[in-house]
Each structure stands twice: as structure tokens, then as C-alpha cells.
């Protein structure tokens, strides 16, 4: 295990079409931590995550990711290094079953036969989804929250190192989205989460960063950030709705 | 009717268990290739050939315990395709004129031709169907792979195969937003409507696919699909192949024979 997973040192990106997606951007994360990042839309988060795993090389700054810098050459080994879970799974899912989606990842990295089979398997059963039952399914006859299983079982069966999440627990129901916070907090990656989540993120991150038009406001503990609603407007974000009541139970609020 | 491909499941008695269903996919793929080839390839008005033909592609349908009602109703709507490249054959020129009306007429060769082609398509269209039927998609695709076909063409039928269900929504909840907000009015409006969808449509399959090969690059994709393991062709599958391989040597004998 690096010490060091991430490094970022004034990252900036300009899209073609002329929009400055980010501006300066410092950041390090250490091994083994959960970091939620945070942001309006249209912030940045996205094109941030892109960069991590590579599918954005950096224009202007310099990132380096487990001691091996963002470099062509490199880009095998980071992508092996950093798994990245796409927020629409219907855009990750492309093999026609279930198996061979989760196999695609080891499978690139050259694995065969049995170690291949004994690793999905541990992946699918880490996100609690049978082989034997799911296995031989077709990705389109899945629900939502089962989709998003299988896709952080094919990131997961490439053994990486850090977890990057888009958006995950976006169209996921109630039972489901707690369901993938347990399974996060029980994996012991590090792990940087993108979101509008604030709950989530104050359920599995202890540090939060914040981004606004492409720069980081705020870098620091969650806790500080979800109580301070001035901030988090100002930057086009609400607090949890448990944590803005003064009370906890609505049989306690005052009569209207 | 492909809008609905959603809906239906195209290997729906793929999981019985046969002669038919224990031989490899492979194997299965090849029988086919063979009889329909033997088929096709027979000179028109070998009619003895066919019937022979026909009495093997029945021995595999039944083996091969598929649902015949919906083998029927299948090869009834590709028939219909077939029959409108069928239609032309039968005025052509050439032997006996039997009826004719203004410059259209009908010969024996034109009947002859149009009975040979008849049968060749239908005959291929059970087998085709009976393969489809019996084998899963993915299985399919993998079978296609073990015959050498280029992996980067097996893998776009893949993505087809995964996609085509989802865009299939994607046109179902556009046409429901459409209707929504009262689509109605002339027949002229609606096509025009529906075409703004199938260029939204396109433009979205284009961005979804940029998305897609990012998902597939971001986990490792470096040009070429990953390649499944070779199965071996156990001695049922020889023998298979062997036989099928004997049986339309013998349909194209009878004539030889004679």
C-alpha cells in the first residue's frame, strides 16, 4: 500500500469549447481515506474524477497518483491502480451478461482461467450478489440498485487500490442507498466520492472538499462543513435536512 | 416490431435439456452454417434434395424440443420479408408461358424458380430460427469468437446486443413524453416529431458511446476485446458435425445417383 495514493498540484482544464472546468487545483489524499467531494453542478466534480483514472490527461499542473506521475506511459498501471464507477451504470455495463462484465477488467490485465473465476466471484460477493445467480443475467433485466452493484463489482475485481465514485447514489431508493453505504464503509479502500449527498457524505467521509466554478473552497472535516449553511449556500449547496431542524423527531417540532 | 425487443427473449427454449442442447454452441453454430449452405447452394428444381434436407432440419427441430408455435410464428414474419424478394422471381422470362396478362406473364421456369427459392428460405429460416432459439445470445457471440470471426466485430454485435434494449427505452420514454404533453394533430406533425426523436436519439447513442468507451478504457480496454477461453469439442461434438457434415453430402448425391 502507497502512503501517498494521490497528489494534485495546480491542475487546471480549459473544455475545448473555451469553459474553464478547473481552476488551480491542490489536493493530496492519503491511503485509506474517504474523501467526498462535493459541489453544485457544474462545479467541476466530474471532470475532476476524469482526470484521476487518467481519461483526462492533465493540460496545466501536474498529477501523481501512487508515486508514478500522469504520464502516457503510465496510464496501464494508474488505471489499474484507481477503479472509477461511472454515475449511469447503463454507460458501464456494456458486456452482454453480468460474468463477463465483472471479468473484463482482470481480463485486460491478463488473467485466465481459474484465478480469473475465483476473483469475480469474490467481487460479486463483496457487493452480496450470488455468481451462480447473477452471473448468467443480462445486464438490461437488472434494477437500478443491482446495476450499480455489478458495477462496483467489475471495479472491484481489478483489485485497485483507490475507489472513485461518481454520483453514487444517485436514482438509488432509500433501501438501496443505505445498503451501498454499508458496503462502502466496509471496503477498505481509499476512497474519494463525488456527490450531492450530504447525508452520505456525513455518514462515510471524515474529510469533505468543496468545489465552486472549478476551484476548491473548502478542504476539510465534514462535520464543520454540513454546520455551516452559510458556506454551503454560498456555494449553491443545502444542509441535510436532519441536521437543519432543531429537533429530531417531528412529534417535537413547534406548533405551527 | 425491434422496439419491443426489450420485451421478448429471443432464446426462450435455451435452457431445455437434449441432444441438440449438449452439443457446443460452436458446434451447434457450425451444424447450422452447413445445412444452410447445402441448402442455398443447391441448383434450382432439386426437389428430391429438399425434401431430404427438410426431413433433417425436422429431425433437429424436434430433437431439439423448441416451442413450434413461436418457430412457426418467427419464420411466418421473416417470411414475409423474403416473400417480397420472392414475388419478382415469378414473372421472370424463359420456358413454357402459362398465363400472361398485358407484359406480365407466368413461366414454368419463373413457378420452378419461385418454388426452389421458396423452399431454400424457408428451409435456412427454421434452421436459423431453431439456432437462435435453442442458443443464448452471449453464448452465441462466444461461439462466434471460438470460429475465428474478428473479435472486434463479434464485440460491436455484443454492444448491439447489450444497447439496443436501452435505446429501445430511451425512444419508449421520449414517445411517452411526447404523448404526455398531447402529441396530436396531423400525421404530418407526428413523423416529424418522431424523427426530431430518432436525431436526438442518434446524437444521445453518439455521447453514450463516448461515455461507454471511457467506462471501457478506464478498465484497461486497449484496442481489442478480452478473449474467453477456447472450449475443447468433445467427441459429441465430432460426431455431430460428422453426421450433419454426411447427411447433406448424401442430399447432394441423390441426384449424382440417379
Redesign the interface.
Known sequence: MHHNPIAIANLSYTYPDGTQALKGINLSIQATERVALVGANGSGKSTLL?HF?G?IIPQEGEIVVGEMPMTPQNL?AI??FV??V?Q?P????????VW?DV???P???GM??HPLEHRAAAAMRAVSLDPQEYG?R???NLSGGEKKRVAIA??LA?QPQVLVLDEPSAQLDPRCRRELIYLLDSLPLTQLIATHDLDLALELCDRTVVLSQGQIVYDGPTESILGNSKLLEQHALEMPLSYSRPYCQLDHAPAA | MLLHIGAFRLDIDSKHASLWHSLAPKTRVLCTLLLIFAIALTPNGRWWTWAHYAGVVGVIALCSRVTLAVLCKRVAIESVFISIVLVGTLFRGGGTVLWHWGWLQVTTVGLQVLGSVTLKSVLSLVMANVLILTTSVPSLLQALVALRMPPLLVAILASMYRYIAVLADEFQSMQRAARSRNLMGSNRWQRLVVGNMFGSLFIRTLERGERVHQAMVSRGYDGLPPMAEATTASRRDIVALTVITGLTLLGQGVYLLR
Open positions: 476524469l483514472n481519461l496501464k488505471r489499474n477503479g472509477l461511472f449511469n447503463d454507460d458501464q455495463l456494456f458486456m452482454p451478461t463477463e471479468t473484463f477488467g481480463r485486460n490485465q485466465q482461467g448468467p443480462n445486464a438490461n467489475g471495479v481489478m
